[in-house]
């Protein structure tokens, strides 16, 4: 499946549902996974390749990793990276994407199944709570414990991660789709998450390819500009280096070629 139909996959599930909870959970997901042997092309999204080429490697978070091939692609490259998604099956495919790519590679990567919809918090790191399973073989975040029969209570305190205060050269979130309220309190965790000195990076849909008849459903809540995002960002701790619609060649589900524009916001936390 090329990035093109996976779009559709993706967006046109979305097309009537108006962003509810069976369609954005577990559940959805994991039906969407199992469905098809593979979801993604296995490519790194193009714009994370654009916009991240040229940074030292350092650490990074990558959210909603999917199958893993931006995590991959960033630890071929000496990023030592963070990948979390909501999906089991998506992480098992990740994990043998990442073997294949051999064992530096899979050295630099720690796969955790995280359920940003939930009560998680991402301002320091990634919180492993209640609602939070990891898949078989998953590293855990320093002093929390899992056992086979019970997850680990939530503390509304002080948590393992926000001690740590753990965060990251490189917070990448690639067509994190969510209803807007919802969006805005993810984004903000995860503009929270950045080291000083280092990037944030979202791209996502934009809110015109609605009309562009390149399959991306029909629920305007889930979309976002670049400049919605970048006005969530204070202007004394972030600049701005990129917020713009970039234009992209995409084939449609009738074999069609369209031009479908990526949001795209690239921020460096000063």
Known sequence: MNEDEAATVRTD?????????AVLGEAF??????????????????????????LPPGTALDVGCGEGAD????????????????????????????????????????????????????????????????TAGADLTADVEVTADRAPEHDHGDTAADQRGTTYDLVTAQFMHLPSMQ???????LAASVSPGGTLLVVGHHPSDIQADVGRG???????T????????????????????????VTND?????????????????
């Open 13 to 21: 599930a979305l097309h009537g549902h108006a962003g509810g909870d």
């Open 29 to 54: 997901w994991e039906e969407m996974y199992r469905s098809r042997t593979a979801a993604w092309s296995g490519r790194p999204n193009p714009q994370l390749v654009t916009e991240t080429a040229d």
């Open 226 to 249: 670049a400049d919605q995002v970048a006005d969530t960002l204070d202007p004394h701790v972030w600049e701005v280096l990129v917020s713009e619609a970039r234009p992209r060649q």
């Open 71 to 134: 995590a991959v692609w960033l630890a071929q490259r000496g990023w030592q990276v963070t990948a979390i998604d909501i999906s089991p099956t998506a992480l098992r495919r990740a994990r043998a994407n990442e073997a294949e790519a051999g064992p530096e590679v899979a050295d630099r990567i720690t796969w955790l199944r995280v359920d940003l919809t939930a009560d998680v918090e991402v301002t320091a790191g990634v919180d492993v709570t209640a609602d939070v399973d990891l």
């Open 254 to 270: 009738k074999g069609e070629q369209r031009t479908a524009h990526d949001t795209v916001l690239t921020a460096r936390r000063r």
């Open 183 to 189: 969006l805005r309190t993810v984004h903000a965790r």
């Open 218 to 224: 029909s629920v305007p809540d889930l979309m976002y």
